[in-house]
């Protein structure tokens, strides 16, 4: 496949350092240099499903296609306010989508793993025109009352349509299950049956084994992937790092010793919006004019799991 559309949507409200620090011990000084975020994009009177559906809008709109055009369509999302119909149904109502839809739970590397099923779907001659969404609002997972993980998120939602064409390269997923180092808990609906003790619990992390996974496995799937297809790093145009932390991309930088101006940014005004950071990083690169027909693309992103994917794309 190829990627022929993009298209991404932020909320309105620009939360920065400082406006965090006149309601919780922390400060710009002490935010910054340890992630390389200034401000982030929240959600206040915005509903995520409706970020998701402008971003689609856009993405098609890029694609030159309609929305006809779009047989199948794969929402990643980690949390929202339903339950249950998935968001992706919830978008396509927006949408006026009638194509079959499903939802990926993958976390920060949910676009790449969705981008693994369209091309399977593809492959097995079920559809050609693939939307993906990625839909995310992880400042309501964390307790703003825990300096170590609410400075760290940003909400927003990134597209892009995937095509008939020979750009998807390869992809690597893979796992090494830790659901003790990224988590959050959540009470169901109560019974008169439940004897078990639940809570809930805001997200949870352990900073520097995820530190540790994410510049490790980000460098083996990108040099692994690489070899596989018969590239150098000198082939690679732009790595498209997800951007949870600028300590984490300085890492893999340096360990691939590569230049700055190979690993396009946007932490420093967006924060870590979990799955939705590739695709709207992508977006904002395309409209910037920055791609050009033959360049190679490096995704990559790692997170909750833990997991970690790579995928490499040709524009």
């Known amino acids: 496949m190829k990627i022929i559309g993009t298209g991404s949507a932020l909320p309105k409200k620009v939360v ?119 839909a995310e609002e992880p400042t309501r997972m964390s307790s703003w009352e825990d300096r170590s993980t609410c400075v760290l998120f940003g909400d927003g939602a990134g597209a892009a349509v995937f095509s008939e064409g020979n750009n998807l390269k390869g992809i690597r997923l893979n796992s090494n299950p830790a659901p003790d180092k990224i988590y959050q808990y959540r009470k169901l609906v109560d019974t008169p049956f439940i004897k078990k003790e639940e809570q809930d619990v805001p997200l949870q992390m352990k900073g520097r084994d995820v530190f540790k996974f994410a510049v490790t496995a980000s460098n083996r799937d990108i040099l692994a992937l690489l070899e596989e297809n018969n590239l150098t790093k000198n082939d690679v145009s732009y790595y498209m790092i997800h951007q949870a932390n600028a300590r984490i991309i300085d ?11 190979k690993f396009p940014t946007n932490i420093s005004d967006h924060g870590n919006s979990s799955s939705a950071s590739c695709p709207i ?12 027909s033959g360049d190679i693309l490096v995704f990559s992103a790692f997170g909750a799991g833990l997991l970690s994917a790579a995928a490499i794309i040709e524009w």
Do not use: Q
């Not at 401000?39 to 809008?57: C, F, P, Q, T, Y």
């Not at 890492?251 to 101006?261: F, G, K, M, V, W």
């Open 16 to 134: 920065t350092n400082d406006m965090i620090s006149e309601f919780l011990d922390t400060s710009d000084a002490w935010i910054f240099p340890r992630t390389g975020i200034r401000s982030r994009h929240v959600i206040s009177d915005e509903k995520l499903e409706d970020l998701g559906a402008e971003a689609a809008e856009k993405a098609i709109e890029n694609s030159g296609l309609v929305k006809s055009d779009i047989d199948y369509f794969i929402c990643s999302n980690v949390v929202s306010e339903y339950i249950t119909p998935g968001l992706s149904c919830v978008i396509s109502e927006k949408l006026g989508l009638t194509c079959p839809c499903i939802d990926v739970n993958c976390a920060c590397p949910g676009f790449i793993y969705a981008m693994d099923i369209a091309e399977n779907r593809y492959l097995a001659g079920k559809a050609r025109n693939i939307l993906i969404v990625c």
């Open 251 to 261: 890492a893999i930088r340096d360990y691939l010793e590569e230049p700055e101006s």
């Open 281 to 292: 990083l992508l977006d904002e690169c395309n409209r910037k004019g920055m791609f050009k």
